[in-house]
């Protein structure tokens, strides 16, 4: 039980980890080509390059944002898990411990 929680957790983590990584690599293949934009046409529009990457920002902010909770709350439901299972082992436990000294009354 606890061997099989243990491996949920860690699968959990990986997969996190991996669409962390994922969202990453999608944010820096946006801003290379963002610079790339900018290095083009920088002298004949610069406020609105300016803008789009305020924007792009403000959507990676928000996007990290996300997962960060996406993360906590998985995270969170883990624990839960976790400790339901904890109790229900010692429940059981005191419940066999419990039959366990009748049995011998």
Do not use: E, Q
């Amino acid at each position: 039980m606890m061997m099989m929680m243990m491996m949920m957790m860690m699968m959990m983590m990986m997969m996190m980890m991996m669409m962390m990584m994922i969202m990453m690599m999608i944010m820096m293949m946006i801003l290379m080509m963002m610079m790339m934009m900018i290095k083009r046409r920088w002298r004949r529009r610069r406020r609105r390059i300016m803008m789009m990457m305020m924007m792009m920002m403000m959507m990676m902010m928000m996007m990290m944002m996300m997962m960060m909770m996406m993360m906590m709350m998985m995270m969170m439901m883990m624990m839960m898990m976790m400790m339901m299972m904890m109790m229900m082992m010692m429940m059981m436990m005191m419940m066999m411990m419990m039959i366990r000294n009748l049995s011998y009354m």
